[in-house]
């Protein structure tokens, strides 16, 4: 029900574009998220918007990333600029829907000094 891709691999400091394409799920209604996943290490939340707009992210990438959704599109987007080696990870977006967590299948992000 969640379809994530647009990562790739690029140098420090340049950008990409997430997208997430969500389906059976009203994002009027529900917060989505973006996690991120590096290897040997947990899964961690990186941003997330809620049904009214509100968005808050992990300290890191403040300044950097930035969380988007189109509801009418079903789409939650995640640009992500000044990208670091520490940000390569794989990313997966989420949401919580009655107590079940649904997650995409992952889009890998690398990132080259």
């Known amino acids: 029900q969640l379809q994530a891709s647009g990562g790739g691999l690029v140098q420090t400091g340049c950008s990409l574009r997430l997208s997430c394409v969500v389906s059976?799920?009203?994002?009027?209604?529900?917060?989505i998220g973006w996690y991120r996943q590096a290897p040997g290490k947990e899964r961690d939340m990186v941003a997330g918007?809620?049904?009214?707009?509100?968005?808050y992210y992990e300290d890191s990438v403040k300044g950097r990333f930035t969380i988007s959704k189109d509801n009418a599109k079903k789409t939650v987007f995640l640009k992500m600029d000044s990208l670091k080696t520490e940000d390569t990870a794989i990313y997966y977006c989420?949401?919580?829907?009655?107590?079940?967590?649904?997650w995409g299948e992952g889009t890998q992000v690398t990132v080259s000094s």
């Open positions: 059976g799920i009203d994002l009027n209604y529900y917060a």
């Open positions: 918007i809620e049904p009214d707009g509100s968005i």
């Open positions: 989420h949401v919580r829907r009655s107590g079940i967590d649904y």
